[in-house]
């Protein structure tokens, strides 16, 4: 049998005051979308005073139309707990499906403020998301 996904799929999660950081890695796909959908829409409701919800997809290998769902999904929880949705570290693979999509201006927040984490040396897209 024939494994199709050859890398694990990992989702980290690091909470700092009014900031949930989720650190996906592996292929975001029909497999593991609820999966992550779920895991982040628990987070985003167990505390109250989320302002930004961070996915950092330094680590993503893949994402195919049921992980661009899940971005959708999450970018409207997070709206409705008050946070703003960052896309960051975005590998070639995510910056493609968004600009074919036409869902990068929706999904991204507007340009970072002062003290935010910016794009990682070596980055891909070469911009920051905020």
């Known amino acids: 049998m024939t494994n199709l996904?050859?890398?694990?799929?990992?989702?980290?999660v690091y909470r700092t005051a009014g900031t949930l950081t989720v650190r996906v890695a592996g292929e975001l796909?029909?497999?593991?979308?609820d999966g992550l959908t779920d895991m982040v829409t628990r987070h985003l409701t167990a505390e109250a005073g989320l302002s930004d919800l961070r996915l950092d997809f330094r680590g993503l290998t893949w994402i195919d139309s049921t992980g661009l769902t899940a971005l959708l999904t999450l970018h409207r929880r997070a709206a409705a707990v008050g946070a703003t949705l960052h896309l960051d570290h975005r590998p070639d693979v995510l910056e493609r499906m968004l600009r074919l999509t036409n869902v990068l201006e929706h999904l991204t927040a507007p340009a970072s403020r002062a003290g935010t984490p910016d794009r990682q040396e070596g980055d891909a897209t070469g911009t920051s998301v905020h």
């Open 5 to 12: 996904h050859p890398t694990e799929f990992t989702v980290t």
């Open 29 to 33: 796909d029909y497999d593991t979308s």
